[in-house]
Protein backbone atom coordinates (compact mmCIF):
# COMPACT_ATOMS: atom_id res chain seq x y z
CA UNK A 1 0.00 0.00 0.00
CA UNK A 2 1.29 3.51 -1.12
CA UNK A 3 2.52 4.83 2.29
CA UNK A 4 2.12 8.48 0.72
CA UNK A 5 -1.99 7.85 1.15
CA UNK A 6 -2.72 6.88 4.44
CA UNK A 7 -5.28 4.58 5.91
CA UNK A 8 -8.30 6.01 7.41
CA UNK A 9 -8.35 5.44 10.61
CA UNK A 10 -11.97 4.28 11.19
CA UNK A 11 -10.51 1.24 8.75
CA UNK A 12 -8.03 0.53 10.74
CA UNK A 13 -10.38 0.34 14.23
CA UNK A 14 -12.40 -2.26 12.17
CA UNK A 15 -9.45 -3.84 10.35
CA UNK A 16 -8.26 -4.37 14.37
CA UNK A 17 -11.67 -5.92 15.20
CA UNK A 18 -12.32 -8.43 12.51
CA UNK A 19 -8.89 -9.59 13.43
CA UNK A 20 -9.70 -10.27 16.34
CA UNK A 21 -13.43 -11.55 16.06
CA UNK A 22 -11.65 -13.94 13.65
CA UNK A 23 -9.23 -14.85 15.94
CA UNK A 24 -11.75 -15.87 18.48
CA UNK A 25 -13.70 -17.81 16.48
CA UNK A 26 -10.96 -20.16 15.29
CA UNK A 27 -10.12 -20.34 19.16
CA UNK A 28 -14.02 -21.27 19.74
CA UNK A 29 -14.24 -23.82 16.79
CA UNK A 30 -10.59 -25.24 17.83
CA UNK A 31 -11.60 -26.08 21.55
CA UNK A 32 -15.16 -27.37 20.24
CA UNK A 33 -13.39 -29.77 18.12
CA UNK A 34 -11.45 -30.80 21.30
CA UNK A 35 -14.78 -32.44 22.18
CA UNK A 36 -15.42 -34.49 18.92
CA UNK A 37 -13.91 -37.16 16.90
CA UNK A 38 -14.13 -38.86 13.52
CA UNK A 39 -15.77 -36.75 10.96
CA UNK A 40 -17.28 -33.93 13.45
CA UNK A 41 -13.71 -33.34 14.35
CA UNK A 42 -12.58 -32.84 10.99
CA UNK A 43 -14.97 -30.16 10.02
CA UNK A 44 -15.11 -28.08 13.53
CA UNK A 45 -10.71 -27.98 12.84
CA UNK A 46 -11.64 -26.76 9.08
CA UNK A 47 -13.58 -24.05 9.79
CA UNK A 48 -10.96 -23.08 12.40
CA UNK A 49 -8.70 -22.85 9.59
CA UNK A 50 -10.59 -21.05 7.51
CA UNK A 51 -11.17 -18.70 10.28
CA UNK A 52 -7.29 -18.17 10.64
CA UNK A 53 -7.21 -17.39 7.26
CA UNK A 54 -9.33 -14.73 7.47
CA UNK A 55 -7.47 -13.49 10.40
CA UNK A 56 -4.40 -13.46 8.41
CA UNK A 57 -5.73 -11.72 5.82
CA UNK A 58 -6.35 -8.76 8.27
CA UNK A 59 -3.17 -9.12 9.23
CA UNK A 60 -2.03 -8.59 6.50
CA UNK A 61 -4.16 -5.47 5.72
CA UNK A 62 -2.68 -3.70 8.94
CA UNK A 63 0.81 -4.52 8.04
CA UNK A 64 1.01 -3.06 4.42
CA UNK A 65 -0.80 -0.08 6.08
CA UNK A 66 1.91 0.40 8.47
CA UNK A 67 0.41 -0.59 11.70
CA UNK A 68 1.28 -2.93 14.20
CA UNK A 69 -0.25 -6.39 13.92
CA UNK A 70 -1.71 -7.09 17.61
CA UNK A 71 -0.20 -10.12 19.24
CA UNK A 72 -2.77 -13.17 19.88
CA UNK A 73 -4.78 -12.51 23.06
CA UNK A 74 -6.65 -15.37 24.93
CA UNK A 75 -10.19 -16.47 23.44
CA UNK A 76 -13.10 -14.17 24.72
CA UNK A 77 -15.00 -14.69 27.85
CA UNK A 78 -17.87 -15.82 25.34
CA UNK A 79 -15.60 -18.42 24.03
CA UNK A 80 -14.68 -19.62 27.08
CA UNK A 81 -17.86 -20.16 28.48
CA UNK A 82 -19.29 -21.76 25.57
CA UNK A 83 -16.27 -24.00 25.44
CA UNK A 84 -16.73 -24.85 28.58
CA UNK A 85 -20.86 -25.81 28.38
CA UNK A 86 -19.54 -27.77 25.26
CA UNK A 87 -17.18 -29.92 27.56
CA UNK A 88 -19.29 -29.93 30.22
CA UNK A 89 -22.74 -30.79 28.55
CA UNK A 90 -22.12 -31.29 25.05
CA UNK A 91 -21.21 -29.89 21.73
CA UNK A 92 -24.54 -30.20 20.36
CA UNK A 93 -26.11 -28.28 23.23
CA UNK A 94 -24.16 -24.99 22.27
CA UNK A 95 -24.13 -25.87 18.77
CA UNK A 96 -27.26 -23.81 17.61
CA UNK A 97 -26.47 -20.30 19.49
CA UNK A 98 -23.62 -20.60 17.69
CA UNK A 99 -25.42 -21.41 14.73
CA UNK A 100 -27.41 -18.52 15.60
CA UNK A 101 -24.50 -15.79 15.71
CA UNK A 102 -22.92 -17.11 12.71
CA UNK A 103 -26.60 -16.77 10.58
CA UNK A 104 -26.37 -12.89 11.79
CA UNK A 105 -23.05 -12.77 10.82
CA UNK A 106 -23.19 -14.48 7.56
CA UNK A 107 -23.12 -10.88 5.46
CA UNK A 108 -20.43 -9.39 7.36
CA UNK A 109 -18.56 -9.37 4.28
CA UNK A 110 -20.89 -8.82 1.41
CA UNK A 111 -19.98 -5.40 0.75
CA UNK A 112 -16.88 -5.10 2.69
CA UNK A 113 -14.16 -3.56 -0.11
CA UNK A 114 -11.28 -4.80 1.81
CA UNK A 115 -12.35 -8.21 2.10
CA UNK A 116 -10.51 -10.55 0.49
CA UNK A 117 -12.60 -12.82 -2.50
CA UNK A 118 -14.44 -15.69 -1.11
CA UNK A 119 -14.49 -14.37 2.45
CA UNK A 120 -18.28 -13.66 1.96
CA UNK A 121 -18.96 -17.40 0.47
CA UNK A 122 -17.08 -18.66 3.58
CA UNK A 123 -19.43 -17.02 6.27
CA UNK A 124 -22.34 -18.11 4.84
CA UNK A 125 -20.84 -21.70 4.63
CA UNK A 126 -20.11 -21.71 7.99
CA UNK A 127 -23.29 -21.09 9.27
CA UNK A 128 -24.87 -24.23 6.42
CA UNK A 129 -22.11 -26.24 7.68
CA UNK A 130 -23.46 -25.51 11.65
CA UNK A 131 -26.77 -26.04 10.71
CA UNK A 132 -26.14 -29.84 9.48
CA UNK A 133 -24.39 -30.32 12.57
CA UNK A 134 -26.60 -29.11 15.03
CA UNK A 135 -29.24 -31.11 13.13
CA UNK A 136 -31.64 -27.94 12.26
CA UNK A 137 -30.59 -28.09 8.51
CA UNK A 138 -33.20 -27.72 6.41
CA UNK A 139 -32.19 -28.93 2.39
CA UNK A 140 -34.80 -29.27 -0.28
CA UNK A 141 -34.35 -32.96 -0.41
CA UNK A 142 -34.87 -33.50 3.35
CA UNK A 143 -38.23 -31.32 3.20
CA UNK A 144 -39.36 -34.01 0.33
CA UNK A 145 -38.88 -36.77 2.25
CA UNK A 146 -40.56 -35.00 5.21
CA UNK A 147 -43.64 -34.38 2.93
CA UNK A 148 -43.45 -38.06 2.31
CA UNK A 149 -43.17 -39.05 5.73
CA UNK A 150 -45.36 -36.79 7.65
CA UNK A 151 -44.98 -38.82 10.99
CA UNK A 152 -41.53 -37.57 11.53
CA UNK A 153 -41.18 -34.40 13.81
CA UNK A 154 -38.36 -32.24 15.31
CA UNK A 155 -37.58 -28.69 17.32
CA UNK A 156 -35.80 -30.22 19.80
CA UNK A 157 -34.82 -27.26 22.92
CA UNK A 158 -31.23 -27.80 24.43
CA UNK A 159 -30.14 -28.10 28.11
CA UNK A 160 -28.09 -25.11 28.34
CA UNK A 161 -30.70 -22.81 26.70
CA UNK A 162 -33.67 -24.55 29.57
CA UNK A 163 -31.11 -24.33 32.04
CA UNK A 164 -30.58 -19.94 31.30
CA UNK A 165 -34.36 -19.57 30.88
CA UNK A 166 -35.22 -21.45 33.92
CA UNK A 167 -33.04 -18.86 36.02
CA UNK A 168 -34.62 -16.28 34.33
CA UNK A 169 -38.05 -17.32 34.85
CA UNK A 170 -37.58 -18.19 38.52
CA UNK A 171 -36.15 -14.28 38.91
CA UNK A 172 -39.19 -12.63 37.47
CA UNK A 173 -42.10 -14.59 38.50
CA UNK A 174 -40.88 -14.54 42.17
CA UNK A 175 -39.82 -10.89 42.27
CA UNK A 176 -43.00 -10.15 41.10
CA UNK A 177 -44.72 -11.87 43.85
CA UNK A 178 -42.86 -11.00 46.07
CA UNK A 179 -43.03 -7.29 45.05
CA UNK A 180 -47.17 -7.80 45.25
CA UNK A 181 -47.18 -8.93 48.42
CA UNK A 182 -44.74 -6.19 49.50
CA UNK A 183 -46.53 -3.63 48.08
CA UNK A 184 -50.09 -4.77 49.81
CA UNK A 185 -48.18 -3.36 52.92
CA UNK A 186 -48.03 -6.80 54.52
CA UNK A 187 -46.07 -8.38 56.91
CA UNK A 188 -42.57 -9.84 56.74
CA UNK A 189 -43.70 -12.94 57.86
CA UNK A 190 -46.38 -13.11 54.90
CA UNK A 191 -43.92 -11.84 52.10
CA UNK A 192 -41.74 -13.99 53.27
CA UNK A 193 -43.90 -17.37 53.37
CA UNK A 194 -45.24 -15.67 49.73
CA UNK A 195 -41.62 -15.96 48.50
CA UNK A 196 -40.74 -19.42 49.84
CA UNK A 197 -44.12 -20.56 48.83
CA UNK A 198 -43.62 -19.10 45.07
CA UNK A 199 -39.99 -20.75 45.28
CA UNK A 200 -41.32 -24.50 46.36
CA UNK A 201 -44.48 -24.14 43.82
CA UNK A 202 -42.45 -22.91 40.78
CA UNK A 203 -39.14 -25.14 41.06
CA UNK A 204 -41.78 -28.51 41.56
CA UNK A 205 -44.30 -27.18 38.64
CA UNK A 206 -41.16 -26.77 36.37
CA UNK A 207 -39.74 -29.85 37.14
CA UNK A 208 -42.52 -31.83 37.25
CA UNK A 209 -43.51 -30.14 33.70
CA UNK A 210 -40.40 -30.37 32.37
CA UNK A 211 -40.50 -34.03 33.01
CA UNK A 212 -43.70 -34.55 31.71
CA UNK A 213 -42.69 -32.89 28.22
CA UNK A 214 -39.14 -34.71 28.21
CA UNK A 215 -40.51 -37.84 28.92
CA UNK A 216 -43.64 -37.50 25.85
CA UNK A 217 -40.77 -36.14 23.14
CA UNK A 218 -38.16 -39.05 23.85
CA UNK A 219 -41.42 -41.20 23.71
CA UNK A 220 -42.22 -39.56 20.41
CA UNK A 221 -38.51 -39.63 19.47
CA UNK A 222 -38.10 -43.15 20.09
CA UNK A 223 -41.35 -44.17 17.61
CA UNK A 224 -40.41 -42.41 15.47
CA UNK A 225 -37.19 -44.40 15.26
CA UNK A 226 -39.49 -47.46 15.73
CA UNK A 227 -41.29 -46.33 12.54
CA UNK A 228 -37.81 -45.81 11.09
CA UNK A 229 -36.93 -48.92 11.78
CA UNK A 230 -40.10 -50.64 10.13
CA UNK A 231 -39.51 -48.25 7.20
CA UNK A 232 -35.83 -50.44 6.47
CA UNK A 233 -37.33 -53.04 7.26
CA UNK A 234 -40.51 -53.16 4.52
CA UNK A 235 -39.05 -50.74 1.85
CA UNK A 236 -34.98 -51.13 1.97
CA UNK A 237 -34.83 -49.70 -1.67
CA UNK A 238 -36.75 -46.64 -0.62
CA UNK A 239 -34.31 -45.59 2.26
CA UNK A 240 -31.60 -46.14 0.20
CA UNK A 241 -32.75 -43.57 -2.23
CA UNK A 242 -33.36 -41.52 0.97
CA UNK A 243 -30.16 -41.90 1.93
CA UNK A 244 -28.22 -41.29 -1.56
CA UNK A 245 -30.64 -38.15 -2.06
CA UNK A 246 -29.47 -36.81 1.61
CA UNK A 247 -25.94 -37.18 0.39
CA UNK A 248 -26.03 -35.71 -2.53
CA UNK A 249 -27.53 -32.40 -1.01
CA UNK A 250 -24.61 -32.39 0.92
CA UNK A 251 -22.48 -32.21 -2.27
CA UNK A 252 -21.61 -35.56 -3.31
CA UNK A 253 -22.25 -36.63 -6.79
CA UNK A 254 -24.87 -39.45 -7.85
CA UNK A 255 -22.58 -41.82 -7.81
CA UNK A 256 -20.93 -41.18 -4.55
CA UNK A 257 -23.53 -40.60 -2.63
CA UNK A 258 -25.23 -43.99 -3.93
CA UNK A 259 -22.05 -46.27 -3.40
CA UNK A 260 -21.85 -44.44 0.49
CA UNK A 261 -25.74 -45.56 0.77
CA UNK A 262 -24.94 -48.93 -0.43
CA UNK A 263 -22.36 -49.37 2.13
CA UNK A 264 -24.51 -47.87 4.90
CA UNK A 265 -27.47 -50.49 3.68
CA UNK A 266 -25.00 -52.79 4.00
CA UNK A 267 -25.68 -53.03 7.78
CA UNK A 268 -29.09 -52.81 8.85
CA UNK A 269 -28.30 -51.20 12.16
CA UNK A 270 -25.72 -48.72 11.14
CA UNK A 271 -27.93 -47.86 8.74
CA UNK A 272 -30.89 -47.00 11.45
CA UNK A 273 -28.65 -45.38 13.19
CA UNK A 274 -27.33 -43.23 10.30
CA UNK A 275 -31.12 -42.91 9.22
CA UNK A 276 -32.26 -41.66 12.70
CA UNK A 277 -29.12 -38.81 12.37
CA UNK A 278 -29.60 -37.81 8.61
CA UNK A 279 -33.19 -37.82 8.09
CA UNK A 280 -34.83 -36.85 12.03
CA UNK A 281 -32.22 -35.22 13.27
CA UNK A 282 -31.78 -37.36 16.13
CA UNK A 283 -29.08 -39.02 17.68
CA UNK A 284 -30.16 -42.30 19.07
CA UNK A 285 -27.58 -42.62 22.16
CA UNK A 286 -28.78 -39.39 23.66
CA UNK A 287 -32.49 -38.40 23.23
CA UNK A 288 -32.29 -36.65 26.85
CA UNK A 289 -33.42 -37.74 30.64
CA UNK A 290 -36.41 -36.46 31.63
CA UNK A 291 -35.25 -37.05 35.24
CA UNK A 292 -32.06 -34.89 34.63
CA UNK A 293 -34.30 -32.09 32.71
CA UNK A 294 -36.97 -32.12 35.61
CA UNK A 295 -33.85 -31.84 38.43
CA UNK A 296 -32.13 -29.27 36.13
CA UNK A 297 -35.17 -26.96 35.61
CA UNK A 298 -36.08 -27.18 39.64
CA UNK A 299 -32.53 -26.31 40.72
CA UNK A 300 -32.63 -23.28 37.96
CA UNK A 301 -35.85 -22.47 38.77
CA UNK A 302 -35.00 -22.01 42.61
CA UNK A 303 -31.54 -20.33 41.70
CA UNK A 304 -33.79 -17.80 40.15
CA UNK A 305 -36.45 -17.60 42.66
CA UNK A 306 -34.47 -17.49 45.67
CA UNK A 307 -32.46 -14.19 45.32
CA UNK A 308 -35.56 -12.11 45.97
CA UNK A 309 -36.23 -14.05 49.24
CA UNK A 310 -33.04 -13.94 50.61
CA UNK A 311 -32.81 -10.45 51.99
CA UNK A 312 -36.37 -11.14 53.94
CA UNK A 313 -34.35 -14.12 55.46
CA UNK A 314 -32.05 -12.07 57.32
CA UNK A 315 -34.00 -8.96 57.76
CA UNK A 316 -37.43 -7.20 57.23
CA UNK A 317 -39.19 -4.13 56.55
CA UNK A 318 -38.11 -1.02 53.94
CA UNK A 319 -34.43 -2.01 54.03
CA UNK A 320 -35.48 -6.21 53.22
CA UNK A 321 -37.76 -4.12 50.31
CA UNK A 322 -34.50 -2.31 48.92
CA UNK A 323 -32.07 -4.75 49.21
CA UNK A 324 -34.40 -7.37 47.47
CA UNK A 325 -35.02 -4.60 44.25
CA UNK A 326 -31.55 -4.18 44.37
CA UNK A 327 -30.23 -7.87 44.40
CA UNK A 328 -33.26 -8.77 41.74
CA UNK A 329 -32.16 -5.93 39.50
CA UNK A 330 -28.44 -7.03 39.91
CA UNK A 331 -29.71 -10.69 38.86
CA UNK A 332 -31.84 -9.63 36.01
CA UNK A 333 -28.95 -7.72 34.37
CA UNK A 334 -26.57 -10.57 35.35
CA UNK A 335 -28.94 -13.29 33.25
CA UNK A 336 -29.63 -10.98 30.09
CA UNK A 337 -26.06 -10.66 29.77
CA UNK A 338 -25.18 -14.39 29.95
CA UNK A 339 -27.86 -14.88 27.41
CA UNK A 340 -26.60 -12.06 25.24
CA UNK A 341 -23.20 -13.69 25.54
CA UNK A 342 -24.07 -17.23 24.99
CA UNK A 343 -25.68 -15.61 21.37
CA UNK A 344 -22.66 -13.93 20.42
CA UNK A 345 -25.16 -10.53 20.99
CA UNK A 346 -24.84 -7.27 22.83
CA UNK A 347 -24.35 -8.12 26.41
CA UNK A 348 -25.40 -4.55 27.89
CA UNK A 349 -28.60 -4.81 24.61
CA UNK A 350 -29.43 -8.35 26.36
CA UNK A 351 -28.81 -6.81 30.05
CA UNK A 352 -31.00 -4.01 29.64
CA UNK A 353 -34.09 -6.22 28.02
CA UNK A 354 -34.16 -8.38 30.76
CA UNK A 355 -34.05 -5.62 33.22
CA UNK A 356 -36.71 -3.83 31.92
CA UNK A 357 -39.21 -6.50 31.27
CA UNK A 358 -38.40 -7.80 35.09
CA UNK A 359 -38.84 -4.48 36.60
CA UNK A 360 -42.23 -3.94 34.26
CA UNK A 361 -43.12 -7.10 35.93
CA UNK A 362 -42.46 -6.38 39.17
CA UNK A 363 -43.69 -2.65 39.37
CA UNK A 364 -47.25 -3.85 37.69
CA UNK A 365 -47.21 -6.30 40.90
CA UNK A 366 -46.33 -4.07 43.30
CA UNK A 367 -48.71 -1.68 42.07
CA UNK A 368 -51.66 -4.07 41.93
CA UNK A 369 -50.66 -5.11 45.55
CA UNK A 370 -50.87 -1.99 46.97
CA UNK A 371 -54.21 -1.44 45.33
CA UNK A 372 -55.67 -4.06 47.12
CA UNK A 373 -53.97 -3.82 50.32
CA UNK A 374 -55.03 0.05 50.36
CA UNK A 375 -58.88 -0.90 49.50
CA UNK A 376 -58.60 -4.06 52.06
CA UNK A 377 -57.05 -2.14 54.87
Do not use: C
Not at 165 to 190: E, I, K
Amino acid sequence: MDGSSPVDPGRIKRWRELLASERDAAALYSRLAENESGERREILQELAKVELRHATHWEEKLTEAGQAVPPPGGPSLRTRVLATAARRMSTQAVLPMIERAERTDAGIYDVDPDAAPGMADDERGHARTLSRLAGGGKPGPREQIARREGWHRGDRSGALRAGVFGVSDGLVSNTSLVMGFAGSNAGHTAVLLAGVAGLLAGSFSMAAGEYVSMASQREMYEREISLEAQELEENPEEERAELALLYRAKGLSKAEAETLADRIMSDRRVALDTLAREELGLDPSSLGSPWSAAVSSLLTFALGAFVVVLPYLIGGGAAALVAAIVLAALAMLAVGGGIGLLNGRSMVKSALRQLLFGVAAAAITFGIGHLIGTHIS
